[in-house]
């Protein structure tokens, strides 16, 4: 089925249309505090006509054959869309993390860092974060640079999906 851009859509969104639907792939985590391992995600993208979208993602821990063998991350927020391509991005994390973020969208990219994090007492100390959203031949590929735990601003997480 082909993407329609809703009726509805608010104009403030248009830079950032593209991500609108529901996503699945693969990826790769990787951080010096952790083993690397593989995963496979759903991310959904959903509008109501206001200057935002719902975010929400799921992943599951996979095996090199593709199985899946545990559960992984969820985030869930909102991408607001401001004139000019400029974004605001809340987040909140299962693993007790939330974050402010602040980009912008232009031509097919989405570019985001982190203007405030906060952690519960039990959740890893994340200090900073660098997202890049792109899309590649009609896919959605990202990638999340980290610093936490005392390690500098590095690759932490990369994926590629597809429209489902």
């Not at 830079?15 to 985590?29: A, C, I, K, Q």
């Not at 090199?64 to 974004?87: K, M, S, Y």
């Not at 007790?96 to 959740?123: C, N, P």
């Not at 590929?141 to 980290?146: E, I, S, V």
Request: proline share 5%.
């Amino acid at each position: 089925m082909a993407f329609q851009i809703p009726e509805n859509l608010h104009p403030d969104c248009g830079p950032v249309v593209w991500l609108l639907g529901t996503w699945h792939g693969n990826g790769r985590g990787d951080y010096p505090t952790i083993e690397a391992y593989q995963y496979k995600q759903e991310v959904v993208f959903q509008q109501d006509g206001r200057p935002f979208f719902h975010y929400f993602a799921r992943s599951w821990v996979i095996d090199e054959n593709g199985e899946t063998i545990g559960q992984g991350a969820q985030e869930t927020g909102f991408l607001r869309c401001l004139p000019e391509g400029r974004l605001e991005l809340v987040l909140a994390h299962n693993t007790g993390i939330s974050e402010v973020w602040y980009g912008v969208a232009e031509a097919g990219k989405v570019e985001l860092r982190t203007a405030g994090v906060s952690f519960t007492e039990t959740a890893k100390e994340v200090v900073a974060g660098h997202r890049l959203y792109g899309n590649v031949e009609g896919d959605l590929l990202y990638a999340y640079d980290m610093e936490a735990e005392g390690h500098p601003l590095q690759p932490h997480l990369w994926a590629r999906l597809q429209r489902a």
